[in-house]
């Protein structure tokens, strides 16, 4: 019989956890394989780390997993993801139910294929009512394209006199990206060792923690987890404070 290891939590986790997953065709090139491998070794990752994060509490956990960017790749490629997404989703719903796990989606949805797009559907309504943890998938997402449309609608609802420019303030503006009801995150983790966004929450991420690992994706588990948990549980998030004046805001002291 296997035994089962236990999580020791760190003593402070995120909110709101997001990542950037990152490697899977390094992966994959390192041991001559195709591509696809990678991508199938990380969908593995996926349930991993998804299983963690309910475990450790965690109650967002946002995957960014298809960018609006990666439309552009090979065709037999993105066949390919989409063919894995279709099979997570089937595979995976009574794992979610199971954990009360909801499931959402942000991005231009309606460009993925209709046969995953229906049952992407119906796996956000079957998981709706879940309220343990929401699992967040970023889907042919892109933050560039999400701030644009929230400014368009913006733009046409002070056009109509439902809002006056005055009105629109960073709150307001918040209100109408595809996170609207979603915290931003507080720590944002990418692995294979790249050290940008890739247009990923760039409006959220104002005050995110960040944690870079040169892990290739599908090598990312529980231990790796841990590790950049640990690591953002022993930073200081000030937000513009200085650290006498977090230190006041703990003890109660501040004035």
């Not at 309606?110 to 343990?132: A, C, D, Q, W």
């Not at 933050?143 to 006056?164: F, M, N, T, W, Y």
């Not at 005050?207 to 640990?230: C, G, H, M, N, V």
């Amino acid at each position: 019989m296997t035994k089962t290891v236990s999580i020791e939590k760190p003593d402070r986790l995120p909110r709101h956890l997001a990542i950037i997953m990152d490697g899977n065709g390094r992966w994959a090139k390192r041991r001559f394989m195709p591509r696809i491998m990678g991508h199938r070794q990380g969908a593995k990752a996926v349930k991993e780390i998804v299983t963690a994060c309910r475990e450790l509490g965690i109650p967002y956990l946002t995957l960014y997993a298809f960018s609006k960017e990666n439309w552009s790749r090979p065709r037999e490629e993105v066949d390919a993801l989409m063919d894995l997404l279709y099979d997570y989703l089937q595979r995976e719903v009574d794992e979610l139910l199971g954990n009360r796990i909801r499931l959402r989606a942000i991005g231009e949805l309606y460009r993925l294929p209709e046969r995953v797009r229906n049952l992407l559907f119906e796996t956000l309504e079957r998981t709706s009512k879940n309220y343990e943890m929401q699992l967040v998938l970023a889907l042919s997402y892109g933050s560039r394209s999400e701030i644009a449309d929230a400014a368009r609608r913006i733009a046409e609802k002070c056009a109509k006199g439902v809002l006056s420019p005055p009105e629109v303030d960073e709150e307001t503006f918040a209100s109408f990206l595809y996170t609207s009801d979603i915290p931003d995150p507080d720590l944002i983790i990418r692995t294979s060792g790249e050290q940008r966004l890739s247009n990923f929450l760039l409006f959220q991420a104002a005050y995110s923690e960040f944690y870079i690992t040169e892990t290739l994706w599908p090598d990312f588990d529980r231990k790796e987890l841990l590790k950049a948990l640990q690591d953002y549980s022993m930073r200081e998030r000030r937000f513009g404070r200085t650290s006498d004046q977090i230190f006041l805001r703990c003890t109660g002291s501040e004035s």
